[in-house]
């Protein structure tokens, strides 16, 4: 049947759409040409991209960036931070909205639409005025609580390693303590740092918040998750009374917050720094110590009208602000890669 060959070959002759190269009956993406050609040519398509598409574009942007406000300067001094290993990255939930989850106010209003006796409107007063933790008291007091631990477990989860996306991805490469602290019920970064063989020997919530210190100090890598993980009701920091129990006078979680605080060297990542209890304790904090050491934070400029009111609500706390106006996630990734790059980590 040789004498087919060249009907076959016409046949199977290529086109493209949409970037998917068809051939007869089979369709290839660029990648799986170059997983075609061997690990060798795929490797060399790879490091090309990243040295001359991808870190110029990030360089770039990173570039422009810091020519807003204080900018440069903020960004040196964090440079020095991360560079002497002492900084410790403070994560929200604007990191982990590329990969899929909510933002805190996103969750609510998702679950709000559950419990239609607490309107949209009382909801969104309620997030004006930084009332989160009452917001989710009220909803969660218009329907069962299996419904509202549904909703909860639907929306925070452990994602599969190829599903993770996003700046937060630059952390283990970057930030070097042994502590990464977040706000976040999901399992995004155990994740990143599992994937990029830096995994947490330890991670801590609820009840063991008070361990850190001394894991700590024995070399173990910790994530404190300050308000819990999203498979365990036990310790959790969601509802007014959680709050109010966890951030009391006494309690172990006010304690190691403060000493986290008064150590200094916090990076603010996806984080709002709306008023909140850990924003009260913080100021609080502040002005018992003059010589606080400096925090920082990577957040969206406001309106010119309001620049000078935020920059004076952050210095109260003495966080400093690394300014961005585009893209949370592409700026952010930009910042970080620019630190990276500082560093020779790339």
């Not at 409107?121 to 997030?127: N, S, T």
Request: proline share 5%; glycine share 8%.
């Amino acid at each position: 049947m040789e004498f087919l060959r060249p009907e076959f070959e016409e046949m199977v002759t290529p086109t493209v759409q949409d970037g998917v190269v068809s051939i007869g009956p089979k369709s290839y993406t660029g990648a799986d040409i170059l997983n075609l050609a061997g690990p060798a040519v795929y490797d060399q398509a790879f490091q090309e991209w990243l040295r001359e598409e991808w870190l110029p574009s990030r360089r770039e942007r990173r570039d422009e960036l810091l020519k807003l406000h204080a900018n440069e300067t903020h960004y040196a001094d964090l440079g020095k931070i991360v560079a002497s290993g002492g900084a410790i990255p403070f994560v929200g939930s604007g990191m982990s909205v590329p990969t899929g989850m909510p933002t805190w106010a996103g969750f609510l209003r998702a679950v709000r639409l559950k419990a239609p006796s607490f309107t949209a409107e009382a909801l969104e007063e309620c997030l004006r005025q930084g009332q989160y933790e009452e917001a989710a008291s009220r909803i969660c007091g218009c329907m069962p609580h299996q419904l509202f631990k549904a909703c909860f477990d639907e929306h925070f989860y452990a994602p599969d390693p190829t599903d993770v996306d996003g700046a937060v991805r630059m952390l283990p490469l970057l930030f070097q303590s042994n502590i990464v602290v977040t706000t976040n019920f999901d399992a995004i970064l155990e994740t990143v740092y599992t994937s990029g063989g830096t995994s947490f020997h330890k991670v801590l919530f609820a009840s063991l918040v008070d361990n850190f210190r001394r894991e700590f100090l024995n070399g173990e890598r910790c994530l404190l998750k300050i308000h819990g993980h999203h498979d365990s009701k036990a310790g959790r920091v969601l509802l007014r009374d959680e709050y109010e129990r966890f951030y009391a006078a006494d309690s172990s979680g006010r304690k190691e917050l403060t000493l986290l605080f008064e150590r200094g060297g916090l990076v603010f990542l996806g984080c709002s720094l709306e008023q909140d209890r850990t924003m009260a304790l913080l100021k609080e904090l502040a002005d018992a110590d003059a010589n606080m050491p400096r925090h920082y934070a990577f957040l969206k400029v406001p309106d010119p009208a309001a620049l000078t009111a935020r920059e004076h609500f952050l210095a109260e706390r003495n966080i400093f602000p690394i300014w961005y106006d585009g893209d949370h996630n592409a700026d952010i990734e930009a910042l970080l890669v620019g630190l990276m790059d500082d560093l020779r980590r790339l």
